[in-house]
């Protein structure tokens, strides 16, 4: 699981920054890519990466503002140029279904795949075997929306090593064994898998948070999350503009970090007021409250790894 930010500016593209969009890449979990905010470009944004539009499942929208939603025309447009058949399906607040009906429909774009949208609110808007996916409504101009990605548990690894001192080999009893199930031996005498199983690694949890003033839901959507990535449009010391324009400060995406008790903070959605050269301080804003804080830039890939965390601890 990596997570890929095609885009990590505010309001207008930027000749360091793009408007936004991140792609979690989940090629090792479901040979997929989903995609978070679509801004402007997004799909140029791709060009620069060895992302394939075809492997993007799913797309979640965080709010309709334009510098998160201009980019999706094109890209479903391009998809299909690009050899994309498999469905796809656009999660948003209520108004991306009909955004998208009249783009496609004005600009005669014909998709060769299907397309599917649904409009959310809050709660569990996804949910299979391998991810569930939660969302809360968060405090902006417009309704906006944040993201919990919750991966499931995976089961322990199989003792090998025991079952071998017992003389069983690799084969059609570790397979049975490593889903749980009790196999019997030629001698008559019964194992259980669950008693060859490590102990369950707990699934990753990764927080991605649509624009917004600092509000529980925040922390919510975050608490013990293993990446949180947060907005931070201003700097600490323009508290007061952050909270006028429905955005935060890097010190309050900083204390919704400390709150929630996550692992790690990427701050993003960085206005182009802020230049290369004030990247270092707005690092230190955050990290000044909460150490594990880095700031995002275009192109910026980070892997998420499992934690030491087992379940029931």
């Keep these: 699981m990596e997570l890929l930010f095609l885009g990590t500016g505010a309001g207008v593209p930027a000749k360091i920054r793009n408007v936004t969009s991140l792609a979690l890449k989940l090629l090792d979990e479901r040979k997929a890519v989903?995609?978070?905010d679509c801004g402007e470009a997004t799909q140029h944004q791709i060009l620069s990466t060895n992302l394939k539009p075809?492997?993007?499942?799913k797309i979640f929208i965080t709010h309709l503002?334009?510098?998160?939603?201009?980019?999706?025309?094109?890209?479903?447009?391009?998809?299909s140029f690009q050899g994309g058949t498999s469905l796809l399906t656009i999660y948003g607040p209520k108004g991306i279904k009909e955004f998208i009906d009249v783009s496609l429909k004005i600009s005669d774009t014909h998709l060769q795949y299907p397309l599917e949208i649904i409009e959310i609110d809050e709660g569990t808007v996804f949910q299979d075997k391998q991810f569930t996916v939660?969302?809360?409504p968060l405090d902006h101009a417009l309704?906006?929306?944040?993201?919990r990605i919750i991966e499931s548990?995976?089961?322990g690894t199989l003792q090998a090593?025991?079952?071998?001192?017992?003389g069983i080999k690799p084969g059609p009893h570790f397979k049975h064994l490593k889903e749980g199930k009790s196999i019997t031996l030629e001698d008559g005498s019964v194992i259980h898998g669950a008693d060859f199983l490590g102990p369950h690694q707990k699934g990753r949890i990764v927080a991605i948070l649509g624009d917004t003033r600092p509000c529980d839901n925040a922390v919510e959507l975050a608490r013990d999350a293993d990446l949180l990535v947060h907005e931070a449009t201003f700097s600490a010391d323009s508290a007061e503009m952050a909270h006028n324009y429905f955005h935060s400060t890097?010190?309050?995406?900083?204390?919704?970090?400390?709150?929630?008790?996550?692992?790690?903070?990427v701050l993003t959605h960085i206005s182009s007021r802020y230049g290369k050269d004030d990247w270092a301080s707005m690092r230190e804003e955050a990290r000044s409250i909460f150490a594990n804080s880095d700031i995002a830039f275009d192109f910026m890939e980070i892997d998420i790894p499992y934690s030491n965390r087992e379940t029931g601890e």
Excluded: C
């Design 34 to 36: 989903w995609l978070f």
């Design 54 to 57: 075809r492997k993007i499942e």
């Design 65 to 79: 503002h334009g510098d998160h939603i201009f980019g999706l025309p094109g890209f479903l447009g391009s998809r």
């Design 134 to 136: 939660e969302a809360l």
């Design 143 to 147: 309704p906006s929306i944040g993201y």
């Design 153 to 155: 548990d995976k089961p």
């Design 161 to 166: 090593d025991r079952l071998a001192e017992m």
């Design 250 to 265: 890097t010190a309050q995406a900083a204390d919704i970090a400390m709150r929630a008790n996550v692992r790690s903070l």
